[in-house]
C-alpha cells in the first residue's frame, strides 16, 4: 500500500537554526498537510497545501513556517529560525480529494531543539 | 476554535476485555475518523465515519458517528496485546473549516495479557 514518508526520522538542532522537513505524499494525492504534536499532546493542525498554494493554516503557523513543493513528489516544511518551544513530532499527511477523504499520515520527523 | 473532548484519557485492561471510547464536540463534524498511533510512528487510520448514525466495523473494532453529529465512539471488542497504543479521534468539519482535522486528546490503551 502507498505510504507518506518523511526523512529525517529524527532531526536535532540549535536553537536559531533553520530546519527542513521533508516529505513525499502518495503520488496520487493532491492535498497536502503538516501537523505536529507536541510530546504528549493531541495532534495539532499547521497547514494544508493545494495546487502550490496554502489553502488553510492555523494560528501556529507563522512568518517562521514555510512550505514549498520545489518538485513533483517532494512537500517540505521550513522552519526559518527554531525555538524550544518548536520541539516536537512533525507529520506529514496526504490525501486524494478535499471532501469527506481521511488523511494518510506519514512517520513523522522527531524535531528536538537545544 | 474547534474542540473534540476525548474520554477516557488511559485505559488498563485485560486482554480479552472489551473497550469503549468516545469523543465529543460542541460543534458538528461532518466526517469522524479514528486513528491508532504507535509509539514513534505516525496516526494509522481505523476507521472513517461520513454519515449521522452510521455504524462501521473493521475487524474487532466497531465505530458510530452520533446522530447529532457531536460525538462518536469507538469499541474494541475482545482486546489482544496488539491493540496496546494510544487512540485518536479527529473530526472534519468541511465548510468553511475546509479540510483541517480536529483531533481528540487521545485515549491510551494498555493490554495486560
Known amino acids: 500500500e502507498p505510504e507518506v514518508t518523511q526523512t529525517p526520522s529524527h532531526q536535532v538542532t540549535q536553537m536559531g537554526q533553520e530546519v527542513i522537513l521533508r516529505c513525499v505524499p502518495i503520488?496520487?494525492?493532491?492535498?497536502f498537510y503538516w501537523y505536529r504534536q507536541i510530546l504528549g499532546q493531541k495532534v495539532e493542525f499547521l497547514v494544508s497545501?493545494?495546487?502550490?498554494?496554502?489553502?488553510?493554516k492555523s494560528e501556529i503557523f507563522d512568518d517562521q513556517f514555510s512550505v514549498e513543493r520545489p518538485d513533483g513528489s517532494n512537500f517540505t516544511l521550513k522552519i526559518r529560525s527554531t525555538k524550544l518551544e518548536d520541539s516536537a513530532m512533525y507529520f506529514c499527511?496526504?490525501?486524494?480529494?478535499?471532501?469527506?477523504?481521511?488523511?494518510?499520515f506519514g512517520n513523522g520527523t522527531r524535531l528536538t531543539v537545544t | 476554535g474547534q474542540q473534540l473532548n476525548q474520554s477516557p484519557q488511559s485505559m488498563f485492561i485485560q486482554e480479552g476485555e472489551d473497550v469503549s471510547m468516545n469523543c465529543t464536540s460542541s460543534?458538528?463534524?461532518?466526517?469522524w475518523l479514528w486513528y491508532k498511533q504507535d509509539p514513534g510512528e505516525g496516526p494509522v487510520l481505523l476507521i472513517a465515519l461520513y454519515k449521522a448514525g452510521e455504524l462501521t466495523s473493521n475487524g474487532r473494532l466497531t465505530a458510530q458517528f452520533g446522530i447529532t453529529r457531536k460525538d462518536s465512539f469507538l469499541n474494541i471488542s475482545a482486546s489482544i496485546p496488539s491493540d496496546v497504543g494510544i487512540y485518536f479521534c479527529?473530526?472534519?468539519?468541511?465548510?468553511?473549516?475546509?479540510?483541517?482535522?480536529?483531533f481528540g486528546g487521545g485515549t491510551r490503551l494498555m493490554v495486560k495479557p
Open positions: 499527511a496526504s490525501n486524494p480529494t478535499v471532501y469527506n477523504s481521511p488523511l494518510h
Open positions: 503520488s496520487n494525492h493532491l492535498y
Open positions: 460543534s458538528i463534524f461532518n466526517t
Open positions: 479527529a473530526g472534519l468539519a468541511g465548510g468553511n473549516a475546509g479540510n483541517m482535522l480536529t
Open positions: 497545501f493545494y495546487n502550490n498554494e496554502i489553502s488553510e
